[in-house]
C-alpha cells in the first residue's frame, strides 16, 4: 500500500476520504463513488502513465481494484455484526466450508440471532433463531418476502412462477396454485385415495427385491413424483419408463450442482471460466430441457381440452384447471394478470421440483433412522398392529390415533434438517430491523437449522428422540417452533401434501416391511450430503417383508 501511494500521491487523499465518508457518515460507499472520488483527485491518466512501467501500473491497478473492493464489502452503518473483514471476490465464503451449518450455529452464539456476512459482494442478513424467522418473515414480510438478483431467478426462471417471483406476481401465482390445490382435494380423501394407490406400486417394487440390500432412494423419488405428477398433469408414470427415468435423473443432477451453481450466484464472474467448472452452464441447460417437457405438457394439455372439458371440473389436472384461469381472465379482457402460458410453465416446474424432492429425502431419512434406532420402528409397528392391523392399508383416519409414529415423523423433520436454509428471500426496500438497518437488496437468509437445531428450545437437540413430541397425556404435542417448511408468505406451498404424503408412506412401510441394514453389525452413516436439501448419503437397506 506505502508503494501505491508512492505512485498516487493524490491517492492518499482520496483513500482518507473514502475512509472518513464512510466512518464519518451514514453513506455506504460504493466502488462506483469511489472511481468518481478517483476522477477529481488524481491527475490525466495520460500524465500518470508517461512516468510508470508496466509492472508498476498493473501493480497500482491491482492495489485499485483490492481497494475498492474492500470499500464496497465494508458493512454499512448500522448492519448487522459478523465476522471480520471479506476477502476480495470471496467475501467471507472462504469460512463456511461445504456445510455452513455448524459455522452458522458458531456465529449465531457469537453475534446473536440476527448477523451478516458477506457471499462474494452480497451482504447476506442471517436470521438465525425461530424467533428471528418469525419475525423477519411474518411482521416484516413485505419488506423480506422478495427474491434476490441471481443467475438462477434472472437468466433461468426470469422472475416468473411460484419459486422465482417476487410482489403482485408471485402474490397471484401462489393464490391461484392454492385455490387449484385445493379444488383438486389437498388435504382431502380423495387426494389420500390417489396417493395410496400410487403406494400400492410402490410397495409392490419394493417386494420384488425379496428382502435383499437395495438403495431405495430412486425408487422413492420417482414414486413420490408420480403423486406431483397425478396432480399436475393427471397422469403417473411406470418406474422404468425411459422418459420419465431421463428427466427424473436431469432434475436429481440439478440438484448435485447446486452448491456450485450457488457459488456462482455469488460470484458471478466464475460463470465465464472455460469450461464450466461449477456446473452453471450445465444446470442451465437441464433446467431448459425440464422447461421444454414442461411446454410439451402444456401444449398437449391445450390440444386434447375440448370447450366442455375445460369448463367440467371434475376430473381435471392443475394444468387443465390453470389453462381454465387464463381463459377466464382473457374473457374479462384482464391484461395486467400474471396468469399466462410461461408462469404457467415454471410454475409447473416448481411444483414438481418441490413436490419431489423434499418428501422423499424426508423418507429416506426416516428409514434411516430405524436402522439406527430399531426400537422406534417397533414402537410404530405394534402401534400400528393395535390402531389398524394386518387386514388393511393405513388410512388418513387413522392419524390422530397413531400418536407416536405422527411423533416420530416430526422428530425426522426436525433433526432431517430438510432444507437447511430454506430459499433466499431479499429486501425490497432499507428497512429497521431489531434495531438494525437492513439495506435494500440485501440478502435475507433465515437459517431453519439455527431454530430446528437450538437447545434453548430442543434439549438434547442432537439426539434423535420423537418422545419430546408427546405431552405427560399421551397427545401430540404440536410445536410452534418446528418450521421446516419455512413460514410465512413464501413457506412451503405443498405442506399439507408433504405432510399427508410422509404419513401414509411411513405407515404403509412400517406395516408392510421390516427395515434392516444391508449388512449385519454395520450401520449407514447419519452423516447427510449438503445442498439445495439435506440428503442421506447413498445407502442400501434390506425390506424384509413381514407377511
Known sequence: MTHFFS????ARRTFRDCRLLVEGSSLFVSSSYCCRIFSIHTAP?????????????????VVLLCLLWWLSTRRPPGTPPGPGRA???????????????????????????????????????????????????????????????????????????????????????????????????????VLAERIQEEITHYIRAIKDHQGAPVDLAKLTQASVSNNICSIVFGQRYEYNDP?????????????ELFSGTAIVNFIPVLGYIP?????????????????????????????TADKDTMEREENQDFIHCYLQQIQKHRAHGDVNTSLEEEN???????????????????IQWTLLYFLHYPHVQNRCFQEI?????????????????????????????????????????????????????????????PALTCALQDPDIWRDPEE????????????????????????????????????????????????????????????PSLEGHFGLTHRAKPHEVRAVPRM
Not at 505512485?7 to 493524490?10: D, E
Not at 404457467?344 to 424426508?362: I, N, P, Y
Not at 397427545?475 to 418446528?482: G, N, T, V
Not at 405443498?494 to 434392516?516: D, N
Open 385 to 445: 398392529l393395535e390402531v389398524v392391523g394386518l387386514d388393511r392399508p393405513p388410512a388418513m383416519s387413522d392419524r390422530a390415533r397413531l400418536t407416536f409414529l405422527e411423533a416420530t415423523l416430526l422428530e425426522v423433520l426436525r433433526i432431517g434438517d430438510i432444507v437447511p436454509l430454506s430459499l433466499l428471500h431479499a429486501s425490497a426496500y432499507d428497512v429497521r430491523f431489531r434495531g438494525y438497518v437492513i439495506p435494500k437488496d440485501a440478502i435475507i437468509l
Open 45 to 61: 491518466m495520460s500524465v500518470l502513465t508517461s512516468s510508470l512501467d508496466p509492472t508498476s501500473l498493473l501493480l497500482g491497478g
Open 275 to 303: 469450461g464450466d467448472p461449477f456446473g452453471e452452464q450445465e444446470s442451465k441447460n437441464n433446467t431448459e430441457v425440464i422447461y421444454r417437457f414442461m411446454d410439451k405438457q402444456v401444449v398437449e394439455h391445450k390440444e
Open 7 to 10: 505512485l498516487f500521491p493524490s
Open 243 to 255: 422418459d420419465f427415468l431421463h428427466y427424473m435423473a436431469i432434475f436429481d443432477r440439478n440438484v
Open 87 to 189: 476477502l476480495p471476490l470471496l467475501g467471507h465464503l472462504h469460512l463456511l466450508g461445504k456445510d455452513p451449518r455448524s459455522q452458522f450455529m458458531a456465529w449465531k452464539r457469537q453475534y446473536g440471532d440476527v448477523f451478516s456476512l458477506y457471499m462474494g459482494s452480497k451482504l447476506v442478513v442471517v436470521l438465525a433463531s425461530y424467533s428471528a424467522i418469525r419475525e423477519g418473515l411474518v411482521k416484516f414480510a413485505d419488506a423480506f418476502s422478495g427474491r434476490p438478483h441471481s443467475i438462477l431467478i434472472t437468466r433461468i426462471a426470469k422472475y416468473k412462477g411460484i419459486v422465482g417471483s417476487s410482489g403482485s406476481t408471485n402474490k397471484e401465482q401462489r393464490k391461484a396454485s392454492l385455490e387449484i390445490l385445493r379444488r383438486m382435494g389437498m388435504g382431502k380423501n
Open 464 to 523: 434423535f428422540r420423537p418422545e419430546r413430541f408427546i405431552g405427560p397425556d399421551g397427545k401430540l404435542i404440536r410445536s410452534d417452533e418446528l418450521i421446516p417448511f419455512s413460514m410465512g408468505r413464501r413457506m412451503c406451498l405443498g405442506e399439507s401434501l408433504a405432510r399427508m404424503e410422509m404419513f401414509l408412506y411411513l405407515a404403509t412401510l412400517v406395516q408392510q416391511f421390516r427395515f434392516l441394514p444391508a449388512e449385519e453389525g454395520q450401520l
Open 344 to 362: 404457467l410453465q415454471k410454475t409447473v416446474t416448481d411444483l414438481f421440483g418441490a413436490g419431489t424432492e423434499t418428501t422423499s429425502t424426508a
